[in-house]
């Protein structure tokens, strides 16, 4: 049974690291703003999920009080929403400038 749970926690880690790989593409290929932003972005994303995945065996493990184990979740719930932020941020720039490119390409 634990090696089903450990499965599935690595299975959680799928979306965000083939996110961050298709943005890694991107900067390789295009570095402005909103690759570097796609870039941080994917990046905090995927390192806030392997943390949540990780916190509870780290608990567990050295036996953490839940107000202190509320305090990381409480931080890292922060770091998440600062990365989502810069990725919002780099995908509208990025729906802009290909629109705007679009446009100009048909005139």
């Given at each position: 049974?634990?090696?089903?749970?450990?499965?599935?926690?690595?299975?959680?880690?799928?979306?965000?690291?083939?996110?961050?790989?298709?943005?890694?593409?991107?900067?390789?290929?295009?570095a402005k703003v909103?690759?570097?932003?796609?870039?941080?972005?994917?990046?905090?994303?995927?390192?806030?999920?392997?943390?949540?995945?990780?916190?509870?065996?780290?608990?567990?493990?050295?036996?953490?009080?839940?107000?202190?184990?509320?305090?990381?979740?409480?931080?890292?719930?922060?770091?998440?929403?600062?990365?989502?932020?810069?990725?919002?941020?780099?995908?509208?720039?990025?729906?802009?400038?290909?629109?705007?490119?679009?446009?100009?390409?048909?005139?």
């Amino acid at each position: 049974m634990g090696n089903l749970v450990s499965l599935w926690s690595f299975i959680s880690w799928l979306p965000p690291l083939l996110i961050f790989l298709a943005s890694c593409y991107y900067l390789s290929k295009s570095a402005k703003v909103d690759s570097a932003l796609l870039f941080i972005g994917s990046g905090i994303g995927l390192l806030v999920t392997i943390f949540f995945s990780w916190m509870p065996y780290f608990v567990q493990s050295r036996y953490m009080p839940f107000a202190e184990a509320s305090k990381y979740y409480a931080i890292a719930g922060f770091i998440s929403f600062l990365g989502g932020i810069c990725f919002v941020v780099g995908f509208f720039i990025l729906i802009t400038n290909s629109v705007n490119s679009s446009k100009q390409n048909k005139i």
